[in-house]
């Protein structure tokens, strides 16, 4: 089974709202997390690296006021696209490692669609 | 910066044949690691094969392997016996020796035909 869980899967929100997306790490604890975003057909961009207990490290050229991440728990990290608009429509996916050295498996949520009408 | 190359939008195989695709990449560092990931239409990432960049053998998992040529920066990944459900968007990636973050090819389409 899936090692890492995304929550919702898809989600439907109005312009101007904001949206929360889940990542879990089931039966570990992740350190960091990290966020990405995937346009159709594209590649996934790196949008943010989350701590745990602190703040989160955006790449350059994404605005940290939009995506807010909380990382409250060693399993739970949250993105919050606020005030979405319509190009922020996109599939976002997590990634956490398991295992305490960097370069063991990273797994991957199921990713979460948003569509902002 | 680092960055990964990926050429081939698309590529096709007959099942059971071998199908390579293939993937470069710049860096200035000397230790890295590789990746090559499965995304079929269901989204899910998932890993093909690791590559440490410190190992000159090749990685190789089952039906899959890879050409690592560290001095050249390729990576290439070379399916055998294709099946059917191979068929997917195949990611090359990169990530730095102390970091999970990891940097992206624009990926290949695999089409497998019976």
């Known amino acids: 089974g899936a090692v890492v869980s995304q929550h919702p899967s898809r989600v439907i929100c109005k312009s101007g709202t904001s949206v929360k997306i889940e990542c879990r790490s089931l039966?570990?604890?992740?350190?960091?997390m990290f966020w990405y975003r995937q346009f159709p057909k594209q590649s996934l961009m790196l949008m943010a690296t989350?701590?745990?207990?602190?703040?989160?490290?955006?790449e350059q050229g994404v605005e940290k006021d939009k995506f807010l991440i909380n990382h409250a728990s060693l399993t739970l990290s949250t993105l919050t696209v606020t005030s979405a608009h319509p190009e922020d429509s996109s599939f976002y996916i997590c990634?956490?490692?398991?295992?305490?050295?960097?370069?063991?498996?990273?797994?991957f949520g199921e990713g979460s669609w948003l569509t902002v009408v | 910066a680092q960055t990964v190359t990926q050429s081939q939008p698309e590529m096709s195989v007959q099942e059971a044949e071998t199908v390579t695709l293939s993937c470069t990449y710049d860096t200035s560092e000397s230790d890295y690691y590789l990746f090559w990931y499965k995304q079929p239409p269901s989204r899910q990432m998932i890993l093909v094969i690791r590559?440490?960049?410190?190992?000159?053998q090749n990685a190789t998992e089952n039906r899959f392997s890879v050409n690592f040529q560290k001095a050249a920066k390729s990576f290439s990944l070379k399916i055998s016996d294709s099946q059917l459900g191979d068929a997917a968007m195949y990611f090359c990636?990169?990530?730095?020796?102390?970091?999970?973050?990891?940097?992206f090819g624009t990926g290949t389409r695999l089409q497998v035909f019976p």
């Open positions: 990634s956490a490692r398991l295992g305490g050295s960097s370069g063991n498996t990273i797994y």
């Open positions: 590559q440490e960049a410190y190992k000159q």
């Open positions: 990636a990169y990530s730095f020796y102390n970091t999970d973050k990891l940097i």
């Open positions: 039966d570990f604890q992740a350190t960091t």
């Open positions: 989350s701590n745990e207990g602190s703040k989160a490290t955006y």
